[in-house]
């Protein structure tokens, strides 16, 4: 639904972007992940129309480019900063941004009530949004994104700064939408999320895609080996023994055959071991 | 369009919201008007002198003359029991002065041709030199009245003659010469105030002394009908070139901060919107771009319209300001909002932060508003500054206020303010959006 073929955006001498080229296929969930400063938002930017690439292509498939306002209407952005005004209630937020989509009248007011359902605001639909929690204001974030229905949405770490419920809250929710047949692009640098929701994961770091496949298929490829952990006696005491090996289970059963065994752990590779692999381990400023 | 309405009605509620703004872009701009207004002379006309008012006598002629000083517009009477309480007034700058009437008021109104007079005391602050002189005029006037009363009064000045023929008759050190002259003296007042020789239509003859009693109904005669000296007051219609009062110059200096207002408030929204992240969501949404800032000119063209018109209903429902040319000050008012709300869309597309538009904000246009007249009042500029202030849109904006209201400009001498606004406002909008095209870019 969503092709993004070969872009790149500097700001200054800085490369943002770099040679970026997905596609996210109708009714997936699409998971971008990738360290603070990887270029996902500056590549969600580019999605949206909101940032011209220096160069490359962003199209909606039988729509068009998204730098053409009438293209805009099917897809829906959840930025990262929470764009809401704090001094409107979760309703008028709502009402003002569906305005913005070409909601009237009834429509829009079906929509609004609707929406507020989804997200778990209606109680609090006529308090102002400087009133909300953290975790509320993220999911008004998400309302306002859904507010004119849109086929495609676009979420740009949408559980940042939340607590677990709000989090688990907000996830089930994308996996609703994602189950009506929504097209989702999410971001995120938390390994969990992209694991539970993505139907395909790409990898991203310094503008670069680094690695692009479901988590099995990234895994595979790029998880590196199993580590066995074993505590077992020694001359002078207990002593841990890590073993990496691709077949764990037949490490285990080797190791208990000698005896003195007093714990076994299984580290298979996951989605973090994949990030950290590509990524590296140093901090990034 | 409906997006660009809905930008500008959601930027005027969250300006409702926002209080600092809201009272510093509609309220302030009142009330500066009302202040400065006040300290540079209030109504315009003569303020009523507030004085105090001992009567010590609280006769007949006292009280008719306690009436006549409450009566007169250019005295505002508060009533002091006791001659110390009335000082105290006076000390404590509550009143002008306060005017005693002391015991023996009546006795001498009724003695004015034997010694007698009416007496009155005004006791004053010494460095209310000003209002002294008025007062005294005002208090001289009043006693005439009062004379004049006694006068007018046929029964009250025979008694009066009658007094003084006493007084006369019983002072044996009179030289002969002056008995004689005011014999002649009482003798010609009686005969006017018998037959009303100096009288009006009404005059009808008094009854010699052992003559017949006059007839019913018939008005009484003497001197009441003698009006020595006449002044007949005619109002004049005046075109004037200059304010009637102060207020006409204060309310349109109001006008200018209340644009100041506007600029600052809605000059500060679309930096706010970049900072809270939500012109991310207005440019996602399927609206061109350019609606963005139409609809913030919009909102701000709207509440720049609404408050001068607020200004100027407090002005003539209030204060007496009057709206000479009424379709002039619609143009005024339309052409005012419109430049300014150029300048905003200058100022908010070039400001990146809150922080940014509002010390543009102080540094730009608050100078601009105190170049053009948005402090001292236009016409008391000094030559070099009236000058300078052309670059102002402040002083435009006065000057086609100025002119529906005291200037009373004709459409040519209109025609300048207009077209200097205009180009604010052309101006404006065009740095807006090329430096929006290049910030998104």
Known sequence: MLRLTHLRKSFGGVVAVDDLSLEVGRGEVFGLLGPNGAGKSTSIAMAVGLLDPDSGTVELDGVGRPTNAAVRRHLGVAPQSLALYDDLTGEENLRFFGRLHGLRGTALRERVGKTLE????SPRRAHRVKEYSGGMKRRLNLAVAMIHDPPMLL??????GVDPQSRNNILDLVRTLAAEGRTILYTTHYMEEASRLCTRVGIIDRGRLLALGTVAELVARHGGLSVVTIDRDAPDGRAEERIQTAEPVREIARVMGQGNVHAVRID?????????????RSLRD | MRAIVAVAMKDLLLLTRDRANFFFTFIFPVLFAIFFGLIFGGGGGTNALDIA???EDGGPAAVAFAGDLSADAGLTVHEAPTRAEGEALVRRGEVVAAVVVPDGFEEGAGAIFSGGSIALEAVMDPTRKAEAGLLEGKLNELG??????????SAKMNATLEKARG??????????AQRLLFTALFNSLEGLNRTGALGGPTAAALPAPDGPAPAAGTPAAGLGAWRPVMVTVRELRIDRKGPSNSFEISFPQGVAWGLLGCVGAFGASLAAERQRGTLIRLRSAPIPRGYILVGKALGCFIACV??????LAVATVGFGVIVRQPGTMAAAVLLSSFGFTGVMMAIAAISRTEAGASGMGRAIVLVLAMIGGGTVPLFMLPPFMETVSNASPFKWAILAVEGALWRTSTPREMLTPALALIAFGVAGFLVGVVWMRRSEA
Not at chain 2, 167 to 176: R, S
Not at chain 2, 306 to 311: C, H, M, S, T
């Open chain 1, 155 to 160: 979420l740009d770490e949408p559980t940042a």
């Open chain 2, 306 to 311: 609404f408050v001068q018109g607020l200004l």
């Open chain 2, 53 to 55: 008012l001992v009567d």
């Open chain 1, 118 to 121: 989804m997200v778990g605001l």
């Open chain 2, 144 to 153: 005439f009245r009062q004379m004049t009363r006694t006068f007018g009064d």
């Open chain 1, 268 to 280: 298979r590779p996951d989605l973090e071991s994949v990030f950290l692999q590509l990524t590296g």
């Open chain 2, 167 to 176: 007084q006369i008759a019983g002072a044996d050190d009179l030289p002969a």
